[in-house]
């Protein structure tokens, strides 16, 4: 198994990635909208992946926040709200807020296994700052490290109920960043103290079982490399500050905050600590490249891979997604009211 995470190029597998895939045995892969179309299809697809790898617990991820960020949309999918607005019930009933994040996410656990999707990048424990890109901005839950991480558990929680996998991200925290680091490399000037409160909810939440990194420089911590690419972010601040030891992945080698050939970067980010390297984009050539640079996933990154699928269990009867909804949208009424 190679330590990778890869994307697709469309609806269905094409007989190069079949047989690409097959060969190089990836760790896991990532849905965007491009792969999907409706439940049969998309479930089809899945299905295929595990046929493909003969392994019912495969990575299978995808972003599926709420909000701005949701692969799987209306008509086909409910629309699911960003995490602003469960920051804004907290302010009125701070247990309101928490059962609703949790039946939210308990929601989307449910449509994401409905359709064998196994991993969920969620929950985003960014402490929102003042003044910060937007890139973040409603998607945190909020700008108080308690209350993040509140929120942030029982997201967790919630789609371990449902049967998927949660991601706590981007560690050691975005909130910060003054750019878009899908577009430019953000760098985060704050003082030790400052950053405590950042990466105050990855402490509280160290437990998850998955993590992914910022591609974000953090000048007190690594003046010259950003998170992803850091050995002194992943071993210090990462493993030992904050405690983590999930299965840690980059977040997307594509985004343009990372400079360098794909396949270099996969091999960075591994040298530097990262368990798996994601690849979003489904180009044949740099997934080749990353294949080729990349030795098997080390016997502890496996380990940390197996432990975090094992984490939740799948089947077993569930509440109708209906009435989840039904839940979560009473107690948000009381925003509203």
């Known amino acids: 198994m190679k330590p990778v995470i890869f994307g697709l190029a469309g609806e269905a597998l094409t007989p190069d990635e079949r047989a690409f895939f097959s060969e190089a045995q990836p760790a896991g892969y990532i849905l965007f909208k491009r792969n999907i179309v409706d439940r049969a299809q998309l479930r089809a697809l899945t299905d295929d992946l595990r046929s493909l790898h ?61 359709v064998g999707i196994t991993v969920d990048a969620l929950p985003l424990l960014d402490v929102r700052q003042e003044g910060a890109s937007d890139i973040m901005g409603d998607r945190t839950l909020g700008a108080e490290p308690m209350r993040v991480a509140a929120l942030g558990r029982a997201t967790l929680e919630g789609l371990a109920e449902g049967g998927v996998v949660g991601i706590v991200k981007h560690i050691p925290g975005h909130g910060r960043a003054l ?41 007190e911590w690594d003046a010259e490399r950003p998170a992803t690419l850091s050995p002194t972010v992943i071993g210090q601040i990462i493993r030992d500050r904050i405690g983590f030891d999930g299965l840690l992945m980059s977040d997307d080698l594509d985004m343009k905050a990372l400079q360098g050939s794909i396949p270099d970067l996969a091999a960075g980010v591994i040298a530097a600590g ?48 209906e009435e989840l909804l039904a839940t979560r949208d009473s107690l948000l009424g009381l925003v509203a009211a």
Not at 89 to 106: E, F, K, M, V, W
Not at 182 to 200: G, M, R, S
């Open 54 to 114: 003969g392994r019912d617990d495969l990575l299978i991820m995808i972003d599926q926040e709420g909000g701005r960020v949701a692969r799987m949309q209306p008509p086909v999918w409910p629309s699911f709200p960003p995490g602003a607005v469960f920051d804004r019930l907290y302010d009125l009933a701070p247990s309101s807020a928490i059962a609703a994040a949790r039946a939210n996410a308990r929601a989307i656990a449910l449509t994401l296994a409905e």
């Open 179 to 219: 750019v878009d680091s899908h577009l430019e490399l953000p760098v985060v000037n704050a003082n030790l103290n400052a950053l405590e409160t950042d990466i105050a909810p990855f402490r509280t939440l160290r437990h998850a079982p998955m993590g992914m990194t910022a591609h974000v420089v953090y000048t």
């Open 274 to 321: 990262c368990d798996i390297a994601l690849n979003c984009f489904g180009k044949m050539e740099d997934m080749v490249g990353i294949a080729d640079r990349l030795s098997d996933i080390s016997a502890l990154s496996r380990a940390r891979l197996d432990r975090a699928m094992a984490s939740v269990a799948r089947g077993g009867d569930q509440p109708p997604l």
